[in-house]
Nanobody
Framework: QVQLVESGGGLVQAGGSLRLSCAAS????????MGWFRQAPGKEREFVARIRWRYGSSTYYADSVKGRFTISRDNPKKTVYLQMNSLKPEDTAVYYC??????????????????WGQGTQVTVSS
C-alpha cells in the first residue's frame, strides 16, 4: 500500500514558478513509476508528466508542458517533484501525483495508476 501527499501548490502570477512535492509512504517507492496529472474545473483529469523507476528514470511529458515543467524523484526521500516554470493561466488546476506498480507503457493514462494523492491547487493569475 502506498499513500501519497502533495504539497507546494499556491497562487502565482503568469511567468512565475512553483515546485510541487509528493511524499510517499511504503517501502517499495523506488519500484513505482510516478506521474503527475491535473484537473481543471469542468474538465477531465489529464496527464502532465511521468518518471520511471528504472531505465535511468526516464521522463515523459505532455506537449502542453514540455520545456516548462520538470519531473524528478529522490528515492531515499521517497519524494517526487514537479518543477513548473513559465506558468500560464491555463496551467491552473488541481495537481495530483500518482504511483503505478509497473514500469511499462507510456504512463500517460489515468487508468494505469494504482495510487493517488489528494491533490494540491495551483492557480496562475494573468
Amino acid at each position: 500500500q502506498v499513500q501519497l501527499v502533495e504539497s507546494g501548490g499556491g497562487l502565482v502570477q503568469a511567468g512565475g514558478s512553483l515546485r510541487l512535492s509528493c511524499a510517499a509512504s511504503g517501502s517499495t517507492f523506488s519500484s513505482y513509476a510516478m506521474g503527475w496529472f491535473r484537473q481543471a474545473p469542468g474538465k477531465e483529469r489529464e496527464f502532465v508528466a511521468r518518471i520511471r523507476w528504472r531505465y535511468g528514470s526516464s521522463t515523459y511529458y505532455a506537449d502542453s508542458v514540455k520545456g516548462r515543467f520538470t519531473i524528478s524523484r529522490d528515492n531515499p526521500k521517497k519524494t517526487v517533484y514537479l518543477q513548473m516554470n513559465s506558468l500560464k493561466p491555463e496551467d491552473t488546476a488541481v495537481y495530483y501525483c500518482a504511483a503505478k506498480m509497473d514500469d511499462y507503457g507510456l504512463g500517460d493514462g489515468v487508468n494505469e495508476y494504482h495510487y493517488w494523492g489528494q491533490g494540491t491547487q495551483v492557480t496562475v493569475s494573468s
